[in-house]
Every structure is written in C-alpha cells, then in structure tokens.
C-alpha cells in the first residue's frame, strides 16, 4: 500500500522514530436525510472509502506531536495533553485535540503521549466530514494504543461532543456516528432521536453512487449552520406550546400540517417543514430500497434537494446547479446535495455505463456556468474506522 508506505517514511523523517501501527477513518455520504439528525430525525449515511490515515507511536512523556502530510506548511504541532483549550493557531489540530480533552473529562487517563501523522484522501472542505474522520480516528488511536476499552458508539458521542463544546460547531451525530459504525456495502438507518440503528444492504445493481464536488469549499463553523439549528429550535420551542415533544423529528406530515399554524415565524415554519418532510422523506426512501425500488428512491433524493434548496436554503448557485444538470443526464435515478451545504458536494445515482458521459457533460456544463470545474469520485462503500492490520 503506497500511502502508507510513505505515510511511514514522512514518519521518520518528521519525528525521527518508526511508527508502530496504522489506522485508517473514513469519509462519510449521506444519501438521505440532510439537517435532520440535530433535530431527532433518521439519516442514511454510509462510511465511503476515502477518508483519513494516520500511522503513530506511543511516546514516553505526556507530548502530543501532530503532523499532517496535506498541510506540510503548518509543520510539527505540539501540545502538552494536560492543559487543553481551544486555540486557532492550532488550526486543523484542534479536532483531534478536542477529542483528547473530551476522552479525559469522561474519566478517561490519557498516561502518555503519541507521535500522529496524518494523510487525508477527502477533498477539504468538500462536506464529507473531514472533521468528524479526523476525530473518530483520534478517539480510535487512544482507544487502542491505551486500551480504555471505551464502546464504539461511546467514542462516537464523545467525538461528536468535542466538535460541539471544544470546536465549537453545533453540529448533530450523523457524521460521526457513520465514521465510526460504519459498515462495507451497507448504509446505516439512524434515528438520531434515540439512537436506535439497523444496517441496510445496499444494492445497486448496475448503478453507483457518483459524488460531485463543487470545489466551494465550504465551513460549518462559520456557515449558518448554527443559525438554522436556531431557527428549528424556536420553532420547536412554538410547537412545545400546543403539543408534548422532545423533536421536530416525532411529528408526521399530517401532525405537522396540522400544528405548524403555532410557529408564527414563515422562516422558522419553513425550516421546521423542511425537518419534518424530510424524516419521513428518508425512511419512504429507505423503504423503498429495500423494496428494490430504485426509481422510487431516486424521486425521494430529487425531493430532499428541492427542499433543502427551496425550506431549507442552504443550497447555493453551486449545488443547485450540479443538481439541475444531473437530473437531466442519462442513466440518472435521483441526485441531490449532502452534508451541511453552502458548498461541498451531490450524491447521485448514476447507471454505470453512463457514469463516463454523466461526468463529462456535467463537467462541461458547469464550468461554463460557475467559472471552474467540479471533481467526480465513484464512491464505494467502506467499513468504519479501525485498525489496519
């Protein structure tokens, strides 16, 4: 395996040692299901296989030293594990370093220290969670060399609590969840409510899934991420006034239709809309997959797009335009944007013999619209975050 390979001699070239064991995070895409999980929907994700390497050594002092082959510039960054709080000169290693300082307020003893180098195969900013590979592999890392025996979905929720209190984005547990729980070829029903989950195989037969990068990069910590989690809260908080409810995500279509008259805000009304028909929207999808219902889960996808575009609005000229184009090609059952939005990339499903002209037209097309070209990755379905052996 090449990267690894130089993985290892950047390794000792950086930190003047070998290091003992690799492991590798993946990358996650959500076929379904988008900006419902932080209000107590159900997502479709599925672990893909890009995502993060890291290959390190356990130290004999309390250093932490962290380096990452895809920012070279930022050098060697260094930090004592006792005293941890989040700095932006830091930068990138404020993820892995949020997860150290969540894994000791949970009790846990981080003895010693680790040499990490890191090489990430997901495009940056993309929206198909650096972060949250970033942070699961770390909690992983820990997890083995100090043999804390922590439970996976455990280590999930506590990567999922450094993003939110030491990283500061407000974001809900779909992406770590799929990171770290995820399954080869299967895709993952999650009720982000209760946490209740089942494996779905997927089976595409004669079709894969296309994922087009619109090169925006975009940022949840700086996006309106935190400002539509407001909106569905204060619409929630409308909704508590005539109904007993923990969730946007507990409601039907009907209940919805039938209370939303309580959120006196049309924004806020909107955005709860967009919460409610898209949990439902997801488990009609995934229904409609396991009934073999390709067609059917594809007019689900195109639907959840037009309501992140139009209830949701967090689609941009970008997305929209890779949707548009795609809907219009050949051999294409449904596509749409995934992950936070404002930026990053569409899922589509797309016939295998039409993948070729499928890329090049949307290629085409686009960067005569939008001023530069999109990436295109044919996405396979990965295991979760672990060891390689």
Request: aromatic share 8%.
């Amino acid at each position: 395996m090449d990267i690894v390979k130089n993985m290892q001699a950047e390794f000792k070239k950086n930190f003047g040692d070998q290091a003992t064991s690799t492991f590798f995070s993946p990358g996650r895409v959500n076929l379904i299901g988008e900006h419902t999980d932080y209000n107590g929907g159900n997502v479709f994700p599925c672990a893909i296989s890009l995502g993060t390497y890291a290959v390190a050594a356990k130290r004999t002092d309390k250093k932490m030293r962290l380096y990452s082959m895809n920012i070279p510039e930022k050098g060697v960054i260094e930090f004592e594990i006792a005293s941890l709080s989040y700095d932006k000169k830091y930068d990138w290693a404020n993820y892995p370093m949020g997860v150290i300082q969540i894994l000791q307020n949970h009790g846990f003893e981080i003895a010693t220290g680790f040499d990490i180098l890191f090489y990430g195969t997901l495009p940056n900013g993309a929206g198909l969670s650096s972060s949250a590979s970033l942070e699961v592999l770390t909690g992983v890392i820990l997890n083995e060399f100090l043999n804390l025996k922590i439970d996976r979905v455990d280590l999930v929720k506590m990567s999922q609590e450094a993003e939110n209190k030491f990283v500061g984005v407000n974001c809900g547990i779909m992406d770590q969840f799929a990171v770290g729980m995820g399954k080869k070829n299967h895709a993952i029903l999650l009720d982000c409510n209760t946490l209740v989950y089942r494996y779905s195989k997927i089976e595409l037969n004669g079709y894969s899934i296309v994922i087009a990068n619109t090169n925006k990069r975009h940022s949840l910590g700086d996006s309106k991420y935190n400002e539509r989690r407001g909106e569905c809260e204060a619409a929630l908080a409308q909704l508590q006034t005539v109904k007993s409810m923990k969730a946007l995500g507990e409601l039907t279509d009907a209940q919805f239709d039938e209370l939303s008259k309580a959120i006196s805000n049309p924004i806020q009304r909107k955005r709860a809309h967009h919460a409610v028909y898209e949990n439902q929207r997801t488990l009609e999808a995934v229904a409609a997959l396991e009934n073999k219902d390709l067609v059917k889960f594809g007019q689900l996808m195109n639907a959840s797009h037009v309501s992140l575009r139009d209830d949701y609005e967090v689609t941009g000229i970008e997305l929209d335009t890779l949707a548009e184009l795609a809907w219009k090609q050949e051999g294409v059952l449904g596509s749409r944007m995934t992950g936070g939005g404002f930026g990053g990339c569409t899922v589509s499903i797309v016939k295998d013999e039409c993948i070729a002209a499928f890329e090049k037209n949307i290629a085409a097309e686009y960067t005569a619209k939008i001023g530069y070209a999109p990436d295109f990755y044919v996405a396979n379905i990965s295991d979760g975050a672990g060891l390689i052996k």
